[in-house]
């Protein structure tokens, strides 16, 4: 009974909601397209995270991803005993990339003890990357 009851109240309610008033003149809506919406949303987040900036010390291929580890530059930031820089691996969509050249990325996501099947290996922490933009020489 219960549910007719609340049946019929909703029924009441799309009936009335839906009624036209004589005079009413139509609204327009701006037309905005799912797609669109994605890409503007993604701009401001892509714009939201910082680049990280090293030189490339390995770089493994292996299956869709191009494992790489950096020496990042982190310019007046002193790190364990002093040192200047912080070595870590990313990985990233499979890419030419090579011992030595200067690269700058964004994070997407840091997993910790991360397995890969193709290398049989575990990489202590591995930070998924994305935007790899290869430094151009001054």
Known sequence: MK????????????AFT???????????????????????????ADQNKPFYQGTILEA??????????????LEGH?????????????AVEKTPAHVGDVVRFQKELVTEQFYSKILDRTFDELMFASNLQHKLAD
Not at 3 to 14: D, E, S, V, Y
Not at 18 to 40: F, G, L, Y
Not at 60 to 73: S, V
């Open 3 to 14: 549910k007719i009851n609340l049946f019929l109240i909703l029924f009441a309610i799309f």
């Open 18 to 44: 839906q009624c036209d008033e004589p005079n009413a003149k139509p609204v327009q809506a701006e037309e905005i397209t799912v797609e669109s919406e994605m890409a503007q949303t993604d701009e401001v």
């Open 60 to 73: 493994i291929d292996a299956g869709g991803y191009t494992y790489l580890k950096i020496e990042e530059n």
């Open 78 to 90: 002193k790190h364990e005993e002093g040192h200047v820089h912080k070595d870590f691996w990313v």
